[in-house]
């Protein structure tokens, strides 16, 4: 096999004018992997991660960067910073410059920033069918720590005794991120006031105390509960799932088999991946796509 000629590849801190450029290849990117695989796109078009990394490139919680070849942008990654753990992702790269190095640089360039900022640990969420995400992300350190079946659909059941769900308040800040403390070992207060603010965020009532919250029923937000009850509850409260679907880690069985009953359809596998911190959580849980 000849060896792969490796372009010189440059990496630069993204700026909000690359969004148009890099999500239009986040858009290609998915797609073409996911098509090939006979997936549907994450995205419904390129819209949805032109704006996604616009916020992301003008957001002073996301450090962003991008990989230029010969001064054309051949890719981007970012890296969440709004917790003590570091989410990587999007990472994409021009499916013409593919298994070039790119996405190496990209990914050392995050996991460098992270261990600067002195992130406990670094996650993230990556297709499950993707040999060569997999293959990549564990080469550079990172442990698979749990299955996910990406979900969507209407549960059959629209509620759950004994719990009330209703929108996310300010002031039950302090309960959740004491939950999540309890739960996971951190807390994601940051994201999850940022998500009361823009109305996505919900929180599970029982016995006259919060058991659980989400920042939203979404691929992109994530959802920390005492027990199963209180998930199902959440998860029965959506009238769908934003984006792709919810991340429902497979390995609960009692809660895997509950949405399958209520009719959720598993729309692809995928795998959470860290390096660092990693506490075993000691509840019920999804993650975000990014963890
Ligand atoms: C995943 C992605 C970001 C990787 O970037 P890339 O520039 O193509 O990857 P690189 O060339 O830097 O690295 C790929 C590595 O995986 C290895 N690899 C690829 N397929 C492999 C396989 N089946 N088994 C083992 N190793 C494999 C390559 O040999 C290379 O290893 P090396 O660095 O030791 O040479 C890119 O392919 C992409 O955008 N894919 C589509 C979108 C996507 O899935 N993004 C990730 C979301 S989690």
Not at 169 to 189: E, Y
Not at 259 to 286: D, F, H, K
Request: charged residues 15%; hydrophobic residues 40%; contains cysteine.
């Amino acid at each position: 096999m000849s060896p792969k000629t490796q372009p010189n590849i440059v990496l630069r801190t993204a700026e909000p004018k690359d969004s148009q450029v890099c999500g239009q290849i986040c858009y290609d990117a998915f797609s073409a992997i996911n098509i090939a695989h006979g997936f549907p796109c994450d995205f419904p078009g390129p819209e949805a991660p032109i704006g996604m990394l616009s916020m992301m490139f003008s957001s002073p919680n996301f450090y962003c960067v991008v990989a230029e070849s010969e001064g054309r942008i051949v890719g981007s990654n970012c890296l969440d910073e709004r917790s003590v753990i570091a989410g990587v992702g999007p990472i994409t790269i021009d499916p013409g410059a593919q298994n070039l190095g790119a996405g190496r640089k990209l990914m050392q360039a995050v996991m460098d920033r992270a261990s600067e900022k002195h992130a406990a640990g670094i996650r993230l969420v990556q297709a499950g069918f993707h040999t060569r995400s997999l293959s990549l992300y564990a080469s550079l350190g990172f442990d698979v720590r749990e299955h996910l079946a990406c979900m969507q659909g209407r549960t059959q059941q629209r509620s759950v005794s004994g719990c009330t769900v209703r929108p996310a308040q300010t002031a039950d800040l302090n309960a959740c991120n004491a939950l999540s403390h309890r739960i996971h070992g951190f807390d994601r207060g940051t994201e999850l006031e940022q998500a009361i603010h823009s109305g996505t965020a919900s929180v599970v009532e029982r016995e006259g105390r919060i058991t659980g919250y989400a920042t939203s029923l979404a691929f992109l937000g994530h959802a920390t509960a005492e027990t199963n009850v209180d998930m199902k509850a959440l998860i029965a409260s959506a009238e769908s799932f934003g984006g792709p679907g919810i991340l429902v880690p497979s390995r609960n069985s009692d809660l895997f088999r509950w949405c399958l009953s209520n009719g959720l359809r598993v729309i692809q596998p995928m795998t959470l991946m860290s390096v660092g911190l990693y506490n075993e959580p000691s509840g019920a849980w999804y993650p975000s796509v990014l963890f």
